[in-house]
């Protein structure tokens, strides 16, 4: 429930300041974004509020007052197109790494599903050949 909750906020503020969303997947101690967004600082600030908000909620929810939810949130600029490729994949990539589902597409807190309907899987699957995590 707290990541479909998260997950709901985290994106409403994503769209509202940036000019498109390429990949996204929230796991249940971190997550990853890929934007393009003009608005940087503020939708940093937006996230940190984010954080504050959920960090706030769930401590009480478990009577742990003080306690460090979030650690971190950096932006990174893309350099080359195959740098942004490299990043779409880690993304959506993200939970078959850290063990929670088995194929990208079935982890439920990510656009895998979405991304495979528009970009085609014949398509996904040369971009994930082409342009290597560990590039």
Same mark, same amino acid.
């Given at each position: ?8 906020? /985290? =994106?409403? *503020?994503?769209?509202? /300041?940036?000019?498109? *969303? $390429? ?9 990853? @974004?890929?934007? !393009?967004?003009?608005?940087? !600082? %503020?939708?940093? !600030?937006? *996230?940190?509020?984010?954080? &504050?908000?959920?960090? /706030?909620?769930?401590?009480? #929810?478990?009577? #742990?007052? &003080?306690?460090? %939810? ?13 740098? /942004? $490729?490299?990043?779409?994949? $880690? @993304? =959506?990539?993200?939970? @078959?790494?850290?063990?929670?589902? #088995? ?11 979405? $991304?495979? #309907? ?14 290597? *995590?560990?590039?």
């Amino acid at each position: 429930q707290r990541m479909t909750s998260f997950e709901t906020e /985290f =994106l409403e *503020i994503c769209e509202k /300041f940036s000019a498109a *969303i $390429y990949a996204w997947c929230i796991l249940p101690n971190h997550y990853h @974004v890929l934007l !393009k967004t003009e608005q940087i !600082k %503020i939708l940093r !600030k937006e *996230i940190g509020l984010l954080h &504050g908000r959920t960090s /706030f909620k769930w401590n009480a #929810e478990e009577n #742990e007052r &003080g306690r460090q %939810i979030w650690h971190n949130c950096f932006e990174r600029g893309m350099k080359s197109e195959r740098h /942004f $490729y490299a990043s779409l994949n $880690y @993304v =959506l990539h993200n939970p @078959v790494h850290h063990g929670y589902c #088995e194929r990208w597409q079935d982890w439920q807190w990510s656009n895998a599903k979405e $991304y495979l #309907e528009k970009t085609g899987t014949e398509k996904a699957a040369d971009i994930w050949r082409s342009y290597p *995590i560990l590039d």
